[in-house]
């Protein structure tokens, strides 16, 4: 295997990280230039070095020439310079894990616990291109990988930082784990010894059926389609199923990885492209709202450039389906139905127009009885009001 057949598999950067850097370069240009600035110095560079060699064992090649041939035989194959410098250091700690310490040009990869003894040549094969795939990663397009990864790291640890931050943290780091699987899987030329590698250092087993392991993870996938929950790497059947699905070419990977990864827009869960889809679906759907209708008046579309000082009419519109269950959750569509209410109560003139056109929308949105919640809340509707809506309503309906 070369590059020729890395670029082949197409280890780039999944469309999520292209998501987040093209958001943060465009919404946040000061903390991109800022984060792009940063160097690692020279002093850093030795200090860092000093750390791992006062904490670690550093595994020489000459005395350990098997197992630097299968750090050379992983980095060949994901087309690293041979020049770059590698270190492998064996770090305390029982737990099997491995990790990679990011240094422009410079490979520092530390495994700890019996990692080396436990795992075949294939399998330490594939844990050696996961670390690399990192590596590859975060030095691409001049370190913008790595770039946005620090953002979110810094922006999620400021005192009071918004909770978008996390998530979107949170998302980078299991689209980042996939894309370091699919190292793995180039590495060793198979997905298999990926797999039987995740499952040995999650599990501790000794023998691992890397074809059994994916009937079992694809069982668990039919039977769970939420998304995943975890803080940083996605979960093993997940992984398991991601790379096998890449491996394969799959037309099914994009769609699984926006359920798997992402879900439907969540709006107590809402990364940074998900706040600024949902901003675009909301000016659809105001569009919508008022297509083939009179009901825009100054008086409402004053209250609509209170959110969307830009917002015009004909922008594209955006229908209730686009809001179904598999694209968003029932908050958003409460959110939707309380943006209708507002609009409704901005100008009494046209209040009962506005209050039907809801009304039609709310019943595609199947948020009506929420409606109704909101009318006797938010609009002081007693019950004799209520009812007389619901007939009106009904009129409007089959008319």
């Known amino acids: 295997m070369n590059p020729t057949t890395q670029e082949l598999r197409g280890l780039t950067p999944l469309d999520y990280h292209l998501a987040v850097i093209d958001h943060l370069r465009t919404h946040e240009p000061e903390v991109w230039r800022w984060a792009a600035a940063r160097t690692s110095h020279a002093e850093q560079r030795e200090s860092l070095r000093t750390a791992l060699l006062r904490n670690t064992y550093r595994i020489d090649q000459a005395a350990h020439p098997e197992i630097h041939a299968t750090l050379d035989l992983a980095r060949q194959r994901l087309g690293l310079n041979v020049e770059v410098p590698a270190t492998l250091y064996q770090s305390a700690g029982t737990e099997m894990n491995a990790s990679l310490v990011?240094?422009?040009?410079?490979?520092?990869?530390?495994?700890?616990?019996?990692?080396?003894?436990?795992?075949?040549?294939?399998?330490?094969?594939a844990v050696f291109g996961h670390e690399l795939a990192h590596y590859v990663l975060w030095s691409q397009e001049e370190g913008a990988f790595l770039h946005a990864e620090r953002i979110l790291s810094d922006a999620s640890a400021a005192p009071g930082a918004a909770a978008s931050f996390s998530e979107t943290w949170r998302r980078y780091a299991l689209h980042t784990e996939l894309f370091a699987d699919r190292g793995a899987a180039i590495a060793c030329g198979s997905p298999d010894p990926a797999i039987s590698s995740l499952v040995k250092l999650n599990t501790g087993i000794r023998q691992v059926d890397a074809a059994a392991y994916l009937r079992q993870a694809a069982e668990v996938d039919a039977q769970q389609t939420g998304a995943s929950e975890a803080a940083s790497h996605p979960e093993v059947f997940m992984r398991a199923r991601a790379l096998q699905l890449w491996w394969e070419g799959s037309e099914e990977l994009g769609p699984w990885l926006q359920q798997r990864l992402q879900g439907p827009l969540a709006l107590r869960g809402l990364d940074l492209p998900g706040q600024h889809r949902l901003q675009g679906m909301t000016r659809g759907f105001l569009a919508h709202f008022f297509v083939g209708t009179e009901l825009l008046s100054e008086t409402v579309k004053a209250q609509?450039?209170?959110?969307?000082?830009?917002?015009?009419?004909?922008?594209?519109?955006?229908?209730?389906?686009?809001?179904?269950?598999?694209?968003?959750?029932?908050?958003?569509?409460?959110?939707?139905?309380?943006?209708?209410?507002?609009?409704?109560?901005?100008?009494?003139?046209?209040?009962?127009?506005?209050?039907?056109?809801?009304?039609?929308?709310?019943?595609?949105?199947?948020?009506?009885?929420?409606?109704?919640?909101?009318?006797?809340?938010?609009?002081?509707?007693?019950?004799?009001?209520?009812?007389?809506?619901?007939?009106?309503?009904?009129?409007?309906?089959?008319?």
């Open 102 to 125: 990011f240094v422009p040009g410079e490979v520092h990869l530390i495994v700890q616990g019996d990692l080396l003894a436990r795992l075949s040549e294939q399998e330490m094969l």
């Open 304 to 399: 609509i450039k209170l959110m969307f000082p830009d917002w015009h009419q004909d922008e594209p519109a955006v229908t209730p389906q686009a809001f179904a269950p598999e694209h968003a959750d029932e908050p958003v569509r409460h959110y939707l139905t309380a943006l209708m209410l507002d609009l409704a109560l901005a100008d009494p003139d046209q209040q009962e127009p506005v209050l039907l056109r809801a009304g039609v929308i709310a019943q595609a949105l199947a948020t009506l009885d929420h409606l109704h919640q909101l009318l006797k809340r938010e609009a002081g509707f007693g019950k004799r009001e209520l009812d007389r809506y619901k007939r009106q309503l009904a009129k409007e309906a089959a008319a």
